[in-house]
């Protein structure tokens, strides 16, 4: 079993950048893979950013690459996404998942992961 609970979520201009961490608690943290998705209102929640195991993979949804990087320490079982240059497309609420994972694999359907947080609310102004 793995806890997930996020961090660091709240209101930034666009341009902008934050920085959201996912706390997690179990002992198989460095076993799963992580990912971030996000929910606006009104739409379906979609996949943002993922990483592997070890941190040596990493993938985006289009819509974030080379704005967004997603990292992950194993001795502090956290997981963080640091948003750059942010838009006010970005606002939605933000959820931490975790997978459990052998070989690397993409994975950015929300039934692929195993474990969610609560959410924290990211709002961009324009």
């Known amino acids: 079993q793995v806890q997930l609970v996020e961090s660091g979520g709240g209101l930034v201009q666009a341009g902008g950048s934050l920085r959201l961490s996912c706390a997690a608690s179990?002992?198989?943290?460095?076993?799963?893979?992580m990912g971030w998705f996000r929910q606006a209102p009104g739409k379906e929640r979609e996949f943002v950013a993922g990483?592997?195991?070890?941190?040596?993979?990493?993938y985006y949804a289009d819509s974030v690459k080379g704005r967004f990087a997603i990292s992950r320490d194993n001795a502090k079982n956290t997981c963080d996404l640091q948003m750059e240059s942010l838009r006010p497309e970005d606002t939605a609420v933000y959820y931490c998942?975790?997978?459990?994972?052998?070989?690397?694999?993409?994975?950015?359907?929300?039934?692929?992961?195993?474990?969610w947080g609560q959410g924290t609310q990211v709002t961009v102004s324009s």
């Open positions: 998942a975790a997978r459990h994972q052998v070989i690397f694999t993409t994975a950015t359907t929300e039934r692929a992961w195993d474990y």
């Open positions: 179990g002992r198989t943290f460095s076993s799963v893979a």
């Open positions: 990483i592997n195991w070890s941190g040596g993979n990493t």
